[in-house]
């Protein structure tokens, strides 16, 4: 199962209209999913709802392409990963990353200095947190930073994306492979794993 994003972020979880009918799918997965992604926001509710850790607003929103250190070289989820890797983020919130330090059941295998954790695990794998975007493709920051723009938002140009934080130049894919690594071994892990009776 994949739980993904959503644009209520500024929102406490329980003023969210469906927030009880989406505990109830998180506990359901529990029972009846062998594993769960949760992308973004989803990954801030699953991390939320199942162990504590709560969400926190940004003074700036965390917009575009972001070094990540692999904190696992082992781990199978991250399998083929560069030591430095890089993933698409586009937030206005963070987890609490002492609260999150503080969960046994939980391992970083991902995270930058500046923006925190971005791939978290449970020890079994049932549950995997993404706090960014690897499933964005080459153009996803490029429309959201021009729709603010035409919207006469307050918005930076994406971190790291366009060559010479030039808008108007075409911006570079730089996590593809990354991405494809890291759902060709989930998926693989899910196949192997997931008892069929």
């Given at each position: 199962?994949?739980?993904?994003?959503?644009?209520?972020?500024?929102?406490?979880?329980?003023?969210?209209?469906?927030?009880n009918?989406?505990?109830?799918i998180?506990?359901w997965?529990?029972?009846?999913?062998?594993?769960?992604?949760?992308?973004c926001?989803?990954a801030?509710?699953?991390?939320?709802?199942?162990?504590?850790?709560?969400?926190?607003?940004?003074?700036?929103?965390?917009?575009?392409?972001?070094?990540?250190?692999?904190?696992?070289?082992?781990?199978?989820?991250?399998?083929g990963?560069?030591e430095?890797?890089?993933?698409?983020?586009?937030?206005?919130?963070?987890?609490?990353?002492?609260?999150?330090?503080?969960?046994?059941?939980?391992?970083?295998?991902?995270?930058?200095?500046?923006?925190?954790?971005?791939?978290?695990?449970t020890?079994?794998y049932?549950?995997?947190?993404?706090?960014?975007?690897?499933?964005?493709?080459?153009?996803?920051?490029?429309?959201?930073?021009?729709?603010?723009?035409?919207?006469?938002?307050?918005?930076?140009?994406?971190?790291?994306?366009?060559?010479?934080?030039?808008?108007?130049?075409e911006?570079?894919?730089k996590?593809?492979?990354?991405?494809?690594?890291?759902?060709?071994?989930w998926?693989?892990?899910v196949?192997?794993l997931?008892?069929?009776?």
């Open positions: 199962m994949i739980i993904t994003g959503a644009p209520v972020e500024h929102l406490a979880f329980e003023e969210v209209d469906y927030w009918e989406l505990v109830k998180m506990e997965s529990k029972t009846h999913v062998y594993s769960t992604i949760h992308i926001w989803g801030q509710a699953g991390l939320y709802h199942h162990y504590g850790v709560n969400k926190y607003i940004l003074p700036d929103k965390v917009f575009g392409v972001f070094p990540e250190i692999l904190c696992d070289e082992y781990d199978f989820l991250t399998n990963f560069d430095i890797h890089y993933t698409p983020h586009s937030r206005h919130t963070a987890i609490d990353e002492e609260a999150l330090k503080k969960v046994p059941q939980l391992s970083v295998l991902s995270r930058s200095d500046e923006i925190g954790s971005n791939v978290i695990v020890k079994d049932r549950q995997i947190f993404i706090t960014g975007h690897f499933e964005y493709s080459k153009d996803t920051l490029s429309t959201e930073y021009w729709r603010d723009v035409n919207l006469g938002r307050k918005i930076h140009i994406p971190f790291n994306y366009y060559p010479e934080d030039d808008p108007n130049k911006p570079i894919l996590w593809r492979s990354h991405a494809n690594l890291l759902y060709r071994n998926l693989n892990y196949y192997q997931t008892p069929y009776t």
